[in-house]
């Protein structure tokens, strides 16, 4: 929204730097940081209040969460979308197809996750919605999202699969792209959402990867360093920077509220959403792949409940003493601040070899 000042630059020539996604995105990183830190602990106050017993807690998990983590509430992703959204209706380019179609189902995602959870906080149980109808909606918004995405990108490269640390290895899928591109976002949102069961362990990694693909969203969109890099151009997709930015943002102030011990849980609410976001903006970008490897902590989470899942029902017995992996670890004795500090090590690390496929080509 406030780019629009720089049109008047002739006039107040400081007025120009709202052009530069580069100063937008640093206001949208601010913004969304003090609307959390200001309106975080209002937030905090309604929905302990709205939810009595807070979230349920397995009983067939970790004992101690059962001491350390009554009572706390859920729905923490509406203090990370609240912030979100303003940071990026301010400070995006609202002209920009890219931006809606990520704030479409970045919305969409937290729809379906606020949903859920509040199934399960005025029930008091794990069951909340169906999975398969949750997978159903999901589907459907990334399907509408993938299309908008094609239809606004350019012909051939919009529904081609790229492959890093290859100049011009390109996989057209055709339409069979919208499936491709559905199953990203949808992956990625339930792969964040199994990660989410440790105060800090899903957004630190959720802003690590905020971080590196506003970074890949910029150069993409940039022609003169996407043509350095020998990495393709999508016109546009640099306004995503603003939205990374404020995902970013937002997640440094959840996590001063989150960090051990919680005083508020992400919930379905939030990790549905923001893992909405990041397959977004991976598909946006043509890095598809890069996210399977930035986002590799998220992927270790999800194959660790199908391989678990799976084990189970084919043979009876278990792989992990318990999925997702981050209480295997639990189980092994390692503390809940050595699980979740080593995670985000993890993260750090995938994120730095994802950086580098956009030189190694």
Known sequence: MLQWLA????????????????????????????????????????????????????????????LTKKGTPTMGGLMILSGLMVATLLWANLENPYVWVVLLVTLGFGLIGFYDDYLKVTKQTHNGLSGRARLAIEGAIAGVAVVVIMSAGKTGLSSSVAFPFFKDLLLDLGVFFV??????????????????????????????????????????????????????????????????????????????????????????????????????????????????????????????????????????KRVFKMAPIHHHFEQLGWTEPQVVIRFWIIAVVLALIGLATLKLR
């Open 7 to 66: 049109d008047f630059h002739q006039a107040f020539p400081a007025f120009n730097v709202f052009r530069y996604i580069t100063f937008r995105t640093g206001g949208a990183v601010i913004t969304a940081l003090l609307f959390v830190f200001l309106f975080g602990p209002a937030i905090i106050s309604t929905l302990r209040l709205k939810q009595g017993k807070g979230q349920p807690i397995r009983t067939d998990g970790p004992q101690s969460h059962l």
């Open 179 to 316: 499936i491709f591109g559905a199953f990203v976002i949808v992956g990625a949102g339930n792969a964040v959402n199994l990660t989410d069961g440790l105060d800090g362990l899903a957004i630190v990694p959720v802003m690590i990867a905020a971080g590196t693909f506003g970074l890949i969203a910029y150069l993409s969109g940039n022609v003169v360093f996407s043509d350095y890099l020998q990495i393709h151009y999508v016109a546009g997709v640099g306004e995503l920077a603003v939205i990374c930015g404020a995902l970013l943002g937002a997640g440094l102030g959840f996590l001063w509220f989150n960090a051990p011990p919680a005083q508020i849980f992400m919930g379905d609410t939030g990790s549905l959403a923001l893992g909405g976001l990041l397959g977004t903006v991976a598909v946006a970008t043509k890095h598809e792949i890069v996210l399977g490897v930035v986002g590799g902590l998220f992927v270790l989470e999800a194959v660790s409940v199908i391989v678990q899942v799976a084990s189970f029902k084919l043979t009876g």
